[in-house]
């Protein structure tokens, strides 16, 4: 085990798996000598040389689609968007290629292809370069949806994902990138994709929270046990596959859930979750399944106007406190 | 060119004809439906660039992909059932005519959006250079598609990465109903080489020794690592956009004077004139490709549907 | 009243506000000569000339952008996407630009834009031509979408969206252009949105279904009718802004309800009724809110497998007597 | 050209490379957050550009677009406070930095997806072109985004429909740390013009003459109705990509050389030299751009925050 920080946690998974394979390579804007805006590629070039490290013009559609033809025929692409809202310019390439060629070609075709990059609130990026969007990739059949909310599940998925021979979007959040964990050092150290991780366990009801907003359920769940509400939070860690068993399970047991994303609330995950687990643990339910996710505006610049925006802690409080009438 | 390459394109030529015409005939008798586009017209192109082609090297095709895809060795009877849905079709029926591919014999597929298989083409000529192999990609596409951004961004990466692949541009001077004057901003398309550096050359898409001359210099390059050329064949298709169009752009006279100008009856004429092949051996070559076709068609539509028991499979590898 | 098809019925209100408004123009793939691959602009050509009726390149991105930026300075443009799974190439120009701009500019611009098109099952178009995409366009705030299942509908909902001053997501689906009915002759006729329109009423369930599910939702009705099952058929019309006060009106008498769409079930707009039928009706629920959608696989081209893919009247069927428990 | 324009672009320079100064000084305060792209170094492009466009004339502008805001016509002082997210913002600190507008003074906005404002500049001239009015349309963009699809697409559209516009390349060598010769096809963007068969010139983007020449005959082009130019201003970015960048892609001599290519320098030296103005007047109107941008950033600083009660307002046009 080693303390690291969660893009730390990225890079070493890369350069761990770009050593042991050699198909492995990194696409994206500035990661080559600049080791990504975020530094999650730092050093890549350094060991592995320009031809497996690549710089990439300013042109996402061109690159994803560079990445499905790559991974079709023989390579493992990892190809790195500087942010996730850049998937809306190549949002063909993923969701009409990238997912679907395997089926649409009956089977006989192979994609083993990543595409990373972070996204959501944290720097003050207003509107285009501050969402999650994750939702979008889990309504089209054919890809894998990763979202890791502490350095060891980033390790551990992302490790998961380049071994993986599908396409995977693996969306890392960027006021998460200097928060730190242990960390195995086993190289082959992998979480499986569609586990749920129980970070606390409770009784009287449940979250599910995604990536940056595991850490405010937690911290909502610590000041609720003060007064005697005893929240159980699960991080679904992958939303496709979802580990909805396990939500279920949890959901059974305590009657009650909330489900906290930092996507807008309306056709969120959210909205998913909620369905399924009322479907599944409908006479369980002592009231509704709750959602919680950021309002219907754009993230807004200002600081002031995006906490009302993204759920909080108090936000969560609140929540919890309604599904348990208290 | 030797004997054998131009009598291989000319059969290939024929197959893909006579494939087209069968398939037109069993969307008329309604055994077959979707989006069908014909290639009829446009053969020299396909037959004779892929000619130049290992089963190793790669292609990306378009919504007008059939004749395509035969020449980059698709089975015809195969290539039928799977534009009839049936389960012993390329891609099992879930694909189809627009969607079609042999990704083992490095047809990386058809694809029924626009522009969309240059970059993925892009790719796989970047997987070539980083495996360091002497593949090299062909990206097909259509005029219209040459004003959709990735076929910007696809030349100037591979310009860029000086990568081994061949955009050729298959000019029948529509897209749809639309006049490539009316959506395109240059007379030749090749001019936008200009844009990335690269080699641009129009040929006669009609006339397999000038296509045959430009591929063989733009594969040559590209295998020296010179990276990218544009390839721009002028053509003509004769039927509608799809099986179904009205055709309300174009006039009769104009079919009729593009199909004077028939890429298999031009290969014939040299044929004869030149003493390669005598009019019965050519004759003894339509009759084989259209057994092979009416074989194809017979194995089509004698296969089953696919089972919708397994409707499900496939979306992910194991 | 005249009898119209659906297709014409759109062409009419296009043509009526083209004549009523300088500033409406259209523009899009073969809409001037062919007046659309659909017939949807047929004569515009001949009546307003090129100008305001522009055929444009394949350039789904630029040519909604400049939709854009012509509404952003006075005009109205309508544009067709010739199917509306084209919006995937254009995804950026929708979400970050038209959806935000407004907000961003701190309401200091208007966007009168509507981008309509069809999409669906029914030609045998396959994986990337038969997709049912609306859902992407309610997750981001700033759009309004629009799915009328009725040449009636169809009318009234393009007029509001075209005199509306917000950038409108109006998707018309391909399987309906050839179907009749009433439509009114009034040049003023419109449907407001965010009005669901209830189809049929009934009293022991409740089903909420999209454009061509309406009618097979109204098939399984009358076939549940003589099995002494009576269902009330609710048509949303508009998913964004969604009327779920009705839906909800109705959910509490029935006590069941089961929302049917034509895009996939994971993270469709079922989700989200869902959820929210349940949040504000939960007493009322004798089961819980089902969901109907296509299975998780990219549509395919074989009509024996797309049948198999796409909620059909018996499915319907079964999923009501599921929730009924008969 | 005439002295009183020579005196206001010059006077939009100094505006704005005060303006940027304060930016910065109030990031490394932590008055300011977010991503703040400088432009100072490349203030001749802006204000030369906009010294020739009216109100009611359009511009699209990017991430790097606090001088073509300010050379459009923006007052500093809302400009400052949107930077700040105040409420007395350009748009209530709803924007900020990347996605400034002022649509009523033809600013149709910064745009923080790259190349995102070239589509909406060519519909803001194809708006001017249905309404038969004069207007024109400039586009500003990086050399960077030429390599984004709607690029090409822009540019074909434009000079497809003749529509009345001005694309201007601010090719400052970089797209964040990648040298345009590791991203960029072609030594010159400008060569690009090509494809799309309109003029196509390179300036030097630092020279106020040069780019007023180049976009002179291009508005002329524009409003006689013969369609679209291309501009490509070579120039700088003195300061990283934005505030933090630590600029390990390039040198401090380069930086240093480019500094003393200073396009403010140059046009005082050129003032000087042809007895047009005095060092005194050059230091008044410093002085003078100096207390705009203070008072500027004092009433950003004393403007209070919007309130999160209207957080949900202006989603929707009632
Ligand atoms: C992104 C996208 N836009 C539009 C279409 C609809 N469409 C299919 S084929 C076609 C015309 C293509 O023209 P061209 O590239 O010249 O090919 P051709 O049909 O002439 O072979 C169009 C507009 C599409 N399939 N994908
Ligand atoms: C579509 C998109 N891709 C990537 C980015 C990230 N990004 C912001 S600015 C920039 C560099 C742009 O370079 P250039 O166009 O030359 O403008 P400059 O910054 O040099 O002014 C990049 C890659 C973005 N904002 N949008
Ligand atoms: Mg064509
Ligand atoms: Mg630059």
Redesign the interface.
Known sequence: MSIKKYAVAIRDVIQQEMSRDE?V?VMG??IA??GG?FGCTRGLLEEFGE??V??????E???????????????R?IIELMYM?????A???I???A?????????????PLVIRGQQGIG???????S?SVE??F?????L?VAMPSTPADAAGLLRTAIRD??PIMFFEHKALYASSGEVSDDPNFAIPFGKASVMREGTDATVIATSLMVSRALEAAEKLAEGSIDVEVIDPRTI?PLDIETIVESVKKTGRALVVHE??R???????I???V??RA?VY?D?????LGA????L??????E???VPGVDDIIEGIRKICYK | MDKKRLQSIYETMLTIRYFEDKALSLFEENQLRGSVHLCTGQEAVAATVCSHLRDED?I?STHRGHGHCIAKGAEPDKAMAELMGKAA???????GSM?I????KGN??A?A?VG?G??????????????KTDQV?VAFFGDGASNE??FH??L??AS??KLPIIFVCENNQFGISTHVSKSTSVQDIAVRAKAYDIPGEVVDGNDVFSIDEAIKRAIKRAKAGEGPSLIECKTYRWYGHWIGDPQVYRTKEDVESWKKKCPIKRLETYFLENKIMTQQELTVMHNKAVEVIDAAADFAISSSDPDPAFVL?????E
Chains 1, 3 share one sequence.
Request: proline share 4%; aromatic share 8%; with cysteine.
């Open positions: 198909n390579f804007e500035d000598g600049q805006i031809e497996r690549r710089n990439t013009p300013i042109s559609a061109c690159f994803i689609g560079a990445g499905v033809g790559a991974s079709l025929t023989g390579m692409p809202d850049f998937t809306y310019v949002m063909d390439q969701l009409n290629q997912a679907k060629i395997r089926y649409m070609y009956g089977g006989k075709a192979t994609l720097r003050g990026n207003a509107g285009t370069h969402q939702a979008f889990t309504h089209i059949p054919g894998k021979n599908n496709l996507a807008h309306t056709m969120g995950i959210g909205a998913e909620a369905a399924e009322t479907q409908f339910l009231a509704p399944v709750a959602r309002k219907a505006c754009t807004p610049f200002s600081l002031v106007l906490n009302a925006v | 790669y990306t079709g390329y891609c099992q029926g879930r694909g969607h591919a042999d990704v083992t990386l597929g694809n959006i969309a240059l970059p993925i083409a892009a790719g796989a000529a970047l997987s070539a250079k980083l495996r990609a951004g990735v961004e696809a100037n990466l860029v990465w499979d496939n979306v992910y590898c």
